[in-house]
């Protein structure tokens, strides 16, 4: 079910919205919904409690500072796909 909403906003933030929601084919309505959804799913993710199994194995493993993780994992799936 659909509600109205009325929000005050500076003219310009507004301008540059639609300008936004126009280059991105989406509704301005469509754009405060995600966003609100989006905060609302990080502040259900930050209220989750980590295990205490997960906290003991945060920080067991100690990478040097020049460890490139992206690189390596782009090297791994170019290897599995390359096949």
Known sequence: ???KL???L???AIERAKKYAQKNKQSLSVIVENYFNMIADKD???DLEISPNVLEL???IKLSDNYDTKQLYGKHLEEKYSK
Request: glycine residues 6%; aromatic residues 6%; proline residues 0%.
């Open 1 to 3: 079910m659909n509600t």
């Open 6 to 8: 009325t929000l005050k």
């Open 10 to 12: 500076n003219k310009r």
């Open 44 to 46: 259900f993710a930050n």
């Open 58 to 60: 945060s920080g067991i």
